[in-house]
């Protein structure tokens, strides 16, 4: 998500080199986000724009599979380093509700403009997606959990 929103805003090479650098190891997950936020300053009004322009694409199946599950009484979540704004979308075409959703908050100022990002949310740092997970156990006291 933040590579197709940096693509948008025309700094995707810039971009992709930093996401380079977190995946290889070179640099920690939170700078390397606090860097690519930096150099996008994504406003609400670009995040919108991106997301009618490009929008984000469910593989096939996704939809059947989670609604089975939710028929079933599997609770789901969505768990990623991207943004929540832009997967917020998403969780409410899949039926999610927004508290299963741990991501990247971007945070705005009274008129929409970019000021940072919340450093709390488990995923914006080093191995997030663990930690995210291990706080859903916890909070919700499931013995087993399955990340796909």
Not at 30 to 37: G, I, K, M, S, Y
Not at 85 to 94: G, Q, V, Y
Not at 107 to 113: I, Q, V
Request: proline fraction near 5%; charge should be negative; hydrophobic fraction near 40%.
């Amino acid at each position: 998500f933040q590579d197709v929103l940096a693509d948008s805003l025309g700094h995707g090479e810039e971009i992709a080199a930093w996401t380079a650098k977190a995946m290889d190891g070179d640099t920690k997950f939170e700078d390397a986000l606090a860097a690519r936020l930096s150099i996008i300053k994504p406003s609400i009004s670009d995040i919108e724009k991106c997301l009618k322009e490009i929008p984000l694409q469910l593989s096939p199946g996704v939809d059947t599979l989670i609604r089975a599950l939710g028929e079933r009484g599997t609770d789901v979540y969505l768990v990623s380093g991207g943004f929540r704004i832009m997967i917020e979308p998403i969780a409410k075409e899949l039926g999610l509700p927004k508290d299963h959703i741990y991501a990247n908050t971007v945070l705005f100022d009274d008129d929409g403009n970019y000021v940072g990002f919340d450093p709390n949310e488990p995923t914006s740092h080093d191995l997030g997606k663990p930690k995210a997970l291990r706080q859903i156990k916890e909070l919700r006291g499931y013995n087993c959990m399955v990340m796909v």
